[in-house]
């Protein structure tokens, strides 16, 4: 059966010797992977004890990696335990993962969190209401990316238009000129 962790359970586990990681709130333990990655053992080494679930989509894992996943889960982490608690380092208010996030009111005063005030923008819920449904809400995935803006009407500056206009009166003065000219002749 699948066990709550807690973060500083994470955390302890960072060695070669133990290595797990968080991925979408979900621990794996990644111990008996870290030769077999085809990746190498860098990667997991570097997300040994963290949230590793940005470095994981940045690489753009196959479905088959995905189906791995599966094979290495030892637990879920405890509400409140998510967001804040193990991304505080590495994700920032800005990041597309963390939109709409109600956890992080709950541990927006965790020591350490360099940036706390901003996590509170983000808030939505109290600790008392963070639930496992709110936790996940952490990972909305990142909208549709957003098209280019197509310029629609070009504009010309006013003082070019000024400029056309008024060359086009004198050339019209001139031809009225000469044409009167040539009148009177
Ligand atoms: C337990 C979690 C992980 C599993 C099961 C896993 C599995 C895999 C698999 C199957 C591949 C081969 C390519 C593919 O099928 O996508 C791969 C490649 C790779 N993985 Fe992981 N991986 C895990 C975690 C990570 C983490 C945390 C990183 C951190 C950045 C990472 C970085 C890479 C890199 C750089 C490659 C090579 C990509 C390439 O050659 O194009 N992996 N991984």
């Known amino acids: 059966m699948s066990k709550i962790l807690t973060a500083d359970e994470v955390k302890?586990?960072?060695t070669r010797k133990s290595?797990?990681?968080?991925?979408?709130?979900?621990?794996?333990?990644?111990?008996a992977f870290i030769d077999e990655h085809p990746g190498g053992e860098d990667p997991i080494l570097?997300?040994?004890?963290?949230?590793?679930?940005?470095?994981?989509?940045?690489?753009?894992?196959?479905?088959?990696?995905?189906?791995?996943?599966?094979?290495?889960?030892i637990?879920?982490?405890?509400p409140g335990e998510g967001c804040c608690k193990m991304r505080a380092q590495i994700w920032r208010s800005s990041s597309p993962y963390h939109r709409d996030c109600t956890e992080c009111n709950a541990s927006s005063d965790m020591?350490?969190?360099?940036d706390s005030k901003s996590w509170r923008s983000f808030d939505g819920g109290t600790p008392s209401s963070v639930s496992r449904?709110?936790?996940?809400?952490?990972f909305k995935e990142p909208g549709p990316p957003r098209h280019e803006r197509r310029i629609q009407r070009i504009v010309?500056?006013?003082?070019?238009?000024?400029?056309?206009?008024?060359?086009?009166?004198f050339v019209l003065a001139i031809k009225f000129h000469l044409s009167m000219e040539s009148f009177k002749k």
């Open 46 to 73: 570097e997300a040994a004890g963290q949230d590793a679930t940005i470095a994981f989509e940045d690489v753009g894992h196959s479905e088959d990696a995905k189906a791995m996943l599966k094979k290495y889960k």
């Open 133 to 138: 449904k709110s936790s996940l809400k952490c």
């Open 75 to 78: 637990g879920t982490l405890a």
């Open 12 to 14: 302890r586990h960072n």
């Open 111 to 114: 020591p350490g969190t360099s």
């Open 19 to 31: 290595v797990w990681m968080v991925i979408r709130n979900e621990v794996y333990d990644v111990t």
């Open 156 to 169: 010309v500056p006013k003082e070019r238009f000024n400029f056309i206009y008024l060359y086009i009166f």
